[in-house]
């Protein structure tokens, strides 16, 4: 059974930083690609970044380049999300997603439960 | 960025009543790489089609979708208590990935 499960999130004031862990389970994790998507409260659902599956292709949204950084460690079955200069706009609930396929391109045939981030002063 | 427009916002229809949810894209959506989630409250998103027409696994086969190029759909064919929920298209040909804003279907 896949397993995606987030952890990492909580308070954190403007300006600080964060890292989101991602621990898989139930599947090859190394031939997958991993994003992280999020959803602020009562809003939609927005990508925020993607890896291939050997960390070859990486993305980012607008919001987050330059202050968001993605990785994985294929050896520990575990998805991170370096998460810099934090705003009020990026307080969201943060889901794991596991690729369909192990590109940079893909839909998203699991999630997590997601991690809360909460920014306020 | 590509954006996606959903429509209709809300949808309420009956038990057994056909689905009809739209996706359109501002720019044309490469390989037809469309995907729609359902999300019910609460809950995560799950996968129902990837490739604009491809069921994922275990998704019941009421749930179709066609389209491409700029304009796709979501049908359900004969909806159940249970497809209560919101459903979000999503394009990933190209970067950065986006997701529509959603169409909330509520059952009667």
């Known amino acids: 059974e896949v397993q995606l499960v987030e952890s990492g999130g909580g308070l954190v004031q403007p300006g600080r930083s964060l890292r989101l862990s991602c621990a898989a389970s139930?599947?090859?994790?190394?031939?997958?690609?991993m994003n992280w998507v999020r959803q602020a409260p009562g809003k939609g659902l927005e990508w925020v970044s993607g890896?291939?599956?050997?960390?070859?292709?990486?993305g980012y949204a607008d919001s987050v380049k330059g202050r968001f950084t993605i990785s994985r460690d294929n050896a520990k079955n575990s998805l991170y999300l370096q998460m810099n200069s934090l705003r009020a706009e990026d307080m969201a609930l943060y889901y794991c997603?596991?690729?369909?396929?192990?590109?940079?391109?893909?839909?998203?045939?699991?999630w997590g439960q997601g991690t809360m981030v909460t920014v306020s002063s | 960025e590509i954006v996606l427009t959903q429509s209709p916002g809300t949808l309420s229809l009956s038990p057994g009543e056909r689905a009809t949810l739209s996706c359109t894209a501002s720019?044309?959506?490469?390989?037809?790489?469309l995907a729609w989630y359902q999300q019910r409250p609460g809950q995560a998103p799950r996968l129902l089609i990837y490739?604009?027409?491809s069921r994922a696994t275990g998704i019941p086969d009421r749930f179709s979708g066609s389209g491409s190029g700029t304009d796709f759909t979501l049908t359900i064919s004969s909806l159940e208590p249970e497809d209560s929920a919101v459903y979000y298209c999503q394009q990933y040909g190209t970067s950065p990935l986006t997701f529509g804003g959603g169409t909330k279907v509520q059952i009667k």
């Open positions: 720019q044309r959506v490469s390989s037809n790489y």
């Open positions: 490739g604009a027409s």
């Open positions: 890896i291939s599956w050997n960390s070859g292709s990486i």
């Open positions: 139930g599947f090859t994790f190394d031939d997958y690609a």
């Open positions: 997603a596991k690729g369909v396929y192990s590109g940079s391109h893909n839909a998203f045939d699991f």
